[in-house]
């Protein structure tokens, strides 16, 4: 019973260390499984160079018991490392599969996310198109019936907000807002310049 619990444990513990070395070896990045033959070669030559020297000396010292169950657990770990390596090689294999899946749906998505995007620009463009406009139709409204001193204030509203405009990236937005400054302008001082000269 003692030396069951003992091969359990000696056979946990190498299949921790195995697991920690695929960890180490491949990490979190996908892009490391493409190392696995190359690391099931190299594992593969260390694993028959050591059942070989393993093999002579089961053979030399076959009455030591201890020495037996130190070499069976070996050739268990072995085993052990045989079958992760081909569990690695599944994973990997599956993993590549799902990239190739997903690749598509990634692709639609970030065309989506810059259509989104593109949308968002032309709302904000939109949005302040709409408010110059409303300061054009406020000045308008003021001047037909005849309350020259609120066309005054939208005329100042308006040109506050085109130097705001003057910043932006959006060539075509601050020209039309410094267009509209500059026809309000010209027929508030048709209007006004008599009382101005």
């Not at 010292?61 to 081909?86: M, N, P, W, Y």
């Not at 308006?158 to 130097?163: A, E, K, N, P």
Request: net charge negative; glycine share 2%.
């Amino acid at each position: 019973m003692k030396m069951a619990d003992e091969e359990a444990k000696t056979s946990a513990f190498t299949r921790n260390k195995l697991i920690s070395f695929i960890n180490a070896e491949f990490g979190d990045d996908v892009k490391q499984l493409a190392r696995a033959k190359e690391l099931l070669e190299k594992l593969s030559t260390e694993k028959d160079i050591i059942e070989e020297k393993l093999s002579l000396h089961v053979t030399a010292v076959d009455g030591d018991s201890s020495l037996r169950t130190t070499l069976q657990t070996a050739q268990e770990a072995h085993k052990q490392i045989d079958f992760l390596v081909l569990e690695e090689k599944e994973i990997s294999g599956k993993t590549a599969e799902h990239v190739c899946k997903v690749q598509p749906v990634v692709e639609q998505f970030l065309q989506f996310s810059s259509k989104v995007q593109q949308l968002e620009k032309y709302t904000h463009y939109l949005t302040w198109i709409l408010k110059i406009d409303e300061f054009s139709s406020s000045i308008r409204s003021a001047l037909l019936i005849k309350t020259e001193n609120r066309a005054v204030e939208h005329y100042v509203q308006l040109t506050t907000f085109s130097r705001i405009l003057d910043s932006s990236s959006c060539r075509q937005l601050v020209i039309y807002a410094n267009d509209t400054v500059l026809y309000w302008y010209k027929i508030l001082l048709e209007k006004f310049g008599k009382y101005v000269s």
